[in-house]
């Protein structure tokens, strides 16, 4: 079992001296705790591309798990398909 660690790209807007101010900063889980962490300007386009292409792995890890199990599902029924052995 292994633990995920979800990131997620967040803005902040804060108002002062009625100016409007806007910073982007992660949020995740480390342990119990949910971590800020503030994000540069000149560093958001690249996490930004890199947090797209880990969704984007993720999706394709899942579907590879549920598809691992579909064919574990059909290795363990009585009398398997032709031509296929289980491995004891």
Same mark, same amino acid.
């Given at each position: 079992?292994?633990?995920? +660690?979800?990131?997620?790209?967040?803005?902040?807007?804060?108002?002062? !001296? &009625? =100016? /409007?101010?806007?910073?982007?900063?992660?949020?995740?889980?480390?342990?119990?705790? +949910?971590?800020?962490?503030?994000?540069?300007?000149? &560093?958001? =386009?690249?996490? /930004?591309?890199?947090?797209?292409?880990?969704? !984007?792995?993720?999706?394709?890890?899942? #579907?590879?798990? /549920?598809? +691992?199990?579909?064919?574990? !599902?059909?290795?363990? #029924? =009585?009398? #398997?398909?032709?031509?296929? /052995?289980? &491995?004891?």
């Amino acid at each position: 079992m292994y633990f995920r +660690i979800y990131r997620s790209l967040r803005i902040r807007a804060k108002l002062y !001296k &009625d =100016k /409007k101010y806007e910073y982007h900063y992660l949020k995740y889980r480390d342990g119990d705790r +949910i971590v800020n962490q503030h994000v540069s300007g000149s &560093d958001l =386009k690249e996490l /930004k591309a890199k947090l797209s292409l880990r969704k !984007k792995y993720e999706q394709e890890a899942k #579907s590879y798990e /549920k598809r +691992i199990a579909y064919l574990k !599902k059909i290795m363990s #029924s =009585k009398g #398997s398909p032709r031509g296929v /052995k289980k &491995d004891k």
